[in-house]
T-cell receptor, first 111, second 112 residues
Framework: AQRVTQPEKLLSVFKGAPVELKCNYSYSGSPELFWYVQYSRQRLQLLLR??SRESIKGFTADLNKGETSFHLKKPFAQEEDSAMYYCALSGRGGGADGLTFGKGTHLIIQP | DAGVIQSPRHEVTEMGQEVTLRCKPI?????LFWYRQTMMRGLELLIYFNNNVPIDDSGMPEDRFSAKMPNASFSTLKIQPSEPRDSAVYFCASSFGTRELFFGEGSRLTVL
């Protein structure tokens, strides 16, 4: 069975401080990992996916198969980063079988 | 495109009543997903369709829940009879093949 764990329900950091949102997964094969974000009063939307290896809004995430982790990082937090962040896993290519989501981390950036 | 459209946005009903949630996916998308979000369990996949055919309904909690997709532009999630523990936000999402999921704004259901 596949599982995604986000150990922090709430994370509060000051503006300009580094941010790391933790995500660990359990899956027997080669998963595809994603981060989705939900800003206040907006839809859940894709932030980034590990196969793209890109930086979006200053965020990066590296898939560590040894530690089965996909932590989301940003060196300098901005107030507009405040949102709910969900880590998600797909067993087969990008969600064609539906994503398994973690329970989410509420990130609050304090001024 | 207006994105994935869900209705109603909010629904308050009494226990035992039938609830129907509706979803219009993005035109051209061939996958449609129904998720339920609660504080306790987070986002759970209920069922998904590919080309209007249900592929996996193992996440549907019980027989009171049913979902249909009569055509490529419409899907329903029905709960009959509804119970207080069904109170949640129900999300519909669609995708084209293996690309990213696009979510609707959700339907917040409260069963009294």
């Amino acid at each position: 069975a596949q599982r995604v764990t986000q150990p922090e329900k709430l994370l509060s950091v000051f503006k300009g401080a580094p941010v790391e949102l933790k995500c660990n997964y359990s899956y027997s094969g080669s998963p595809e990992l994603f981060w989705y974000v939900q800003y206040s009063r907006q839809r859940l939307q894709l932030l980034l996916r590990h196969i793209s290896r890109e930086s979006i809004k200053g965020f990066t995430a590296d898939l560590n198969k040894g530690e089965t982790s996909f932590h989301l990082k940003k060196p300098f937090a901005q107030e507009e980063d405040s949102a709910m962040y969900y880590c998600a896993l797909s067993g087969r290519g990008g969600g064609a079988d539906g994503l398994t989501f973690g329970k989410g981390t509420h990130l609050i950036i304090q001024p | 495109d207006a994105g994935v459209i869900q209705s109603p946005r909010h629904e308050v009903t009494e226990m035992g009543q039938e609830v129907t949630l509706r979803c219009k996916p993005i035109s051209g998308h061939d996958y449609l997903f129904w998720y339920r979000q609660t504080m306790m369990r987070g986002l759970e996949l209920l069922i998904y369709f590919n080309n209007n055919v249900p592929i996996d309904d193992s996440g549907m909690p019980e027989d009171r829940f049913s979902a249909k997709m009569p055509n490529a532009s419409f899907s329903t999630l029905k709960i009959q009879p509804s119970e207080p523990r069904d109170s949640a936000v129900y999300f519909c999402a669609s995708s084209f093949g293996t690309r990213e999921l696009f979510f609707g704004e959700g339907s917040r259901l409260t069963v009294l």
